[in-house]
C-alpha cells in the first residue's frame, strides 16, 4: 500500500508523511517488537490484568503507564517516538493509553466516531498509536478507517443506539462514507497511526483468536486540554521542548505493574457534550 520507504526504516519518510496528512492515517512501517518482543508485550498485559478487581476489564486499564513503567516504556519506545515525531514534529507529549481488545466470537464492538469529538483538546494536533499485541485482520475485526475523512471537520455524534459499542457516542449512519471504510491489517508487534479526527471503528470478533490493540496518544506541545472538563489530565514531554506550558505534567511511574486510582474525562463523561460549540479556535 505504501510504496515508499525511508532510507533510515526509523524515520518517516516525505511519502509516508504526504500519505498521512492526505488520508489521515498510515500502515506498512517495520515492526516496533520482534515475536520475543510480542511475547513480553503479551506477559506484561497478563500482569496488568491481575490488578483488576472483580467485575473490571481492560478498558479499566487507561492512563496506566502513569503508574505502569511497563506501559510507560512502551509509550516511550523511541521506534515509536521516531515515527510520531515525523507526524507532530519535534516537539510533542504524551498524554494517554488504553486497550481496545476483543475475545473471541465476542459481540462488543467499536461504534464509527472521531476521537477528537471525546476530547476536551484544542488546536487538534494529536496522533494515536494503535500497537498490535496480538495480529488484527479482517477476521477478528481490524480497527477500520474512512481514509481523508479527518480533512472534513468534526460531525456531531449521537448516543450509542446499540449496546454493544464500547462507546457511548457515536455517528449516525449515512453522516459519512462508510463504503469507503479500509482496514488496518497489522501484526503483531506493528502499530499503525492515526489523526484524531479520522473516523474510525471496529466491528465484533466473529474469529476464535482475540485481538488486543494499546492505544497511545500524543499531541503537539501547543495543544492545550480544557482542565474544568478533565481535571486529571497529565503530559509528559516526549522529544524537544515544551515552549507553551499549557498542560500539567505527570510523575514517571517507578513500579512495573500499577493502578491508577482516577477516571480521566472526556467531553461525554464529564457530561460536556457542547464544548465543541465554545471550543476555542482551531487550526
Ligand atoms: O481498536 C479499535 O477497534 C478502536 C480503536 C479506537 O477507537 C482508537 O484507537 O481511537
Not at 498485559?45 to 476489564?57: F, T, V
Not at 498509536?129 to 495480529?135: I, K, M, R, Y
Not at 479482517?138 to 460531525?155: C, F, K, T, W, Y
Not at 506493528?190 to 490493540?213: K, L, Q
Request: proline content about 5%; glycine content about 6%.
Amino acid at each position: 500500500m505504501i510504496a515508499e520507504m525511508s532510507q533510515d526504516k526509523r524515520r518517516l519518510s516525505e511519502g509516508q508523511k504526504k500519505f498521512y496528512r492526505e488520508n489521515g492515517y498510515l500502515i506498512g512501517l517495520p515492526p516496533i517488537y520482534d515475536a520475543q518482543g510480542v511475547k513480553a508485550l503479551n506477559e506484561g498485559y497478563q500482569e496488568l490484568l491481575k490488578l483488576l478487581k472483580a467485575g473490571e476489564d481492560d478498558k479499566e486499564i487507561r492512563e496506566w503507564h502513569e503508574s505502569s513503567s511497563f506501559l510507560y516504556d512502551i509509550c516511550t519506545n523511541p521506534r515509536i517516538l521516531d515515527y510520531v515525531e515525523g507526524l507532530l514534529g519535534p516537539n510533542f507529549y504524551l498524554w494517554a493509553s488504553n486497550f481496545f481488545s476483543k475475545a473471541p466470537q465476542t459481540k462488543s464492538k467499536v461504534g464509527w466516531h472521531q476521537d477528537a469529538y471525546y476530547w476536551p483538546l484544542s488546536p487538534h494536533n494529536t496522533v494515536t498509536v494503535w500497537l498490535a499485541f496480538t495480529d488484527s485482520d479482517e477476521d477478528n475485526s481490524a480497527m477500520q478507517v474512512i481514509p481523508r475523512s479527518h480533512l472534513g471537520g468534526l460531525i456531531t455524534h449521537k448516543r450509542a443506539s446499540e449496546t454493544d459499542s464500547v462507546l457511548t457516542l457515536e455517528l449516525e449512519r449515512g453522516t459519512f462514507r462508510e463504503d469507503e471504510a479500509v482496514s488496518l491489517v497489522v501484526k503483531a508487534g506493528h502499530i499503525s497511526i492515526h489523526d484524531d479526527r479520522i473516523i474510525h471503528g471496529s466491528s465484533p470478533n466473529r474469529s476464535d483468536r482475540w485481538r488486543i490493540g494499546f492505544t497511545i496518544r500524543y499531541s503537539g506541545t501547543n495543544v492545550k486540554c480544557d482542565l474544568s472538563v478533565n481535571p486529571h489530565f497529565k503530559t509528559y514531554l516526549m522529544r524537544g521542548i515544551d515552549e507553551y506550558k499549557l498542560n500539567p505534567v505527570g510523575t514517571i511511574p517507578t513500579a512495573r505493574y500499577g493502578r491508577l486510582e482516577r477516571k480521566h474525562l472526556s467531553i461525554e463523561e464529564a457530561k460536556r457534550e457542547d464544548w465543541h460549540e465554545k471550543e476555542p479556535s482551531q487550526v
